[in-house]
């Protein structure tokens, strides 16, 4: 049940308490929380979670940061064709240290996929 409860209450408030979820001493309540803040989560909470990725002493912290950014990069690959999308992913690379390539990568992957999206879209 704590994965259940972690992700309900990570959809109803995901900057907040969501966010603190993240921190949990129970793995199933970070995965509840890292999945449903991916589910409602936008580029205003990628910058959020990198801050927490970035400042945290707290080894497990940092991994469900790096998971609930990734999840809404997915959200965001499945469902985007936002030209406002593209270009808040474009400003959070510049928060981004030289040391975190895997971070760079991901946010470049869902980048390039959204820009083939909007370019079809507007040779439509």
């Known amino acids: 049940m704590e994965f259940e409860l972690a992700h309900s209450i990570s959809l109803i408030d995901h900057k907040t308490k969501g966010r603190d979820l993240l921190k949990h001493s129970l793995s199933a309540v970070r995965k ?24 945290s002493p707290i080894p497990w912290l940092r991994h469900s940061a790096y998971k609930a950014i990734d999840h809404i990069l997915i ?49 439509l």
Request: with cysteine; charged share 30%.
């Open 32 to 55: 509840g929380a890292w999945i449903g803040i991916g589910k409602v989560g936008d580029i205003s909470m990628i910058k959020c979670l990198i801050e927490d990725y970035q400042n």
């Open 75 to 123: 959200n965001i690959q499945a469902f985007s064709s936002k030209k406002e999308t593209l270009n808040g992913l474009v400003s959070i690379k510049k928060l981004l240290r030289d040391t975190e390539q895997g971070l760079q990568t991901r946010i470049d992957w869902t980048e390039n996929i959204l820009k083939k999206r909007i370019n079809k879209q507007m040779k």
